[in-house]
């Protein structure tokens, strides 16, 4: 496995200012549009409800240029009985094998524009660095449950991947139910944004994604893709899916689901 | 007292009219694609968790609408999509409201105890001049609720709900008790909307609707000499 403590020299940028910025809280000064990356979403739609995506991606992003994480809950507001949300068994043939086999075989593809494209088994996803989070996963419907989620942060496996190439600009993550969503940089390199094996101190159970799945917590929970089957760093949104970002944004939501 | 009726004049600024009826485009919007968001997901609860099959404070089963009847009534793509784009309309609007409102000091004029500069008569008829001076209060203060506290009371539990939002301001969560309190009085607000906005309506008819539409459209008042 490459070696996961030492990012990308890009990374590195990016986790001083984001850290500078939140020490000296010159936030806005210290933060120069370039590493915020776009500040409005790759889906552009007319009219008015197009404005309303840009001002609410731009007036949010910019609110949360010091990267900040989202509350992390006490243990007692965990919820035992997490509840499992649209697909709970992807029909997938291959899926089905791989669970048949409790994903021995699992592989995680990580490649597009990654200076080492890479293949990482689900042991050798749970010896890399490990974040445990107590957090809200938000359904845009509108319920909300917290519960312990324990998994990789995506920086660490995209740096066993040698990195991102200069050119990336999003990482596009694939299930195994069909699902595809764009994620940019901002919310890539966030500490928070983890590929998650664990719930609540159990394997993360079929129901409920396994055997990983993606938290990206500052958005709602269409963007949290179950099945997690491959990743890959893209220049555009435009080659994924129907090119408008994702899955959701395919369907006529929202890119950005931070609300 | 003199009692001359004055031939209409301008009394209303265009800035108002214009506002006046952005916000009822705004408020149309935000509610109807706030009911298709809430009858894709029927249920109310309190604190920081809740989800179907979670103990529920309101349930629209309870009221006889299966969750499969909303489901079909509710479209929560549409509705999100203009409930957000709504929100900011609404949002940008009232702040111009607001600001030229208390440029102007058009809000003292609510105030209760406070003698208007000129007595405006909706209509000729003593006994309205009379009503509108009794309900002049209750009024004012009505009016002042809704712009100074339920308005930002819907604002606030709807940021309470995004989740981004929440990572810039996780104060919001625990200011309301929880995402799901703040999610249920979004809902109890609406509830006070939607009861102002019959009883706003109802009084422009029960004192000339056409007056009063044109007097918010042109801006053009009839205005009585006390």
Redesign the interface.
Known sequence: MADDTTPSPIFTRRRFLGSAAGLSGLVLAGCDVADMGDLTPPTKRGGLVGIADKLTMASQRLLMAHQPLVQEHDPRDIVQDFPTWGQTNPRDEEYQRLLAGEFDEWRLEVGGLVNAPVSISLPQLQSMKRRTQITAHICEQGWSAIAEWTGTPLMDVLAAAGGLKPEARFVAVSSFDGWYECYDLFDVVHPQTILAYGLNGRDLPRGNGAPVRLRVERHCGYKQLKFVKSIEAVATVEEVGRGNGGINADWGFHWYAGA | MTDQVSPPVVRRSLLVRICHWINLIAVGYLLVSGVH??L??PELYLG???????PAVFRLEDIGISWDQAGQWGD??WG???H??????FVLNGLVYVTWSLYRRHFRAMLPGTKPPVSRAITDDAASVAAAHRYRTPQGIAYLTMIFFVTPLMFLTGLA????????A?WL?DMFGG??TA?TIHMIATVAVVGFALVHVGQVIATGFFSNMRGMITGRLRTREE
């Open positions: 968001i809430f894709d997901f920081k968790t809740g989800f179907r099959g979670y929560r793509r999100r999509n203009y957000f784009t709504f929100a900011w309309v709900q995004m989740p981004a939002f929440t990572a810039i996780p969560i995402r799901q999610r």
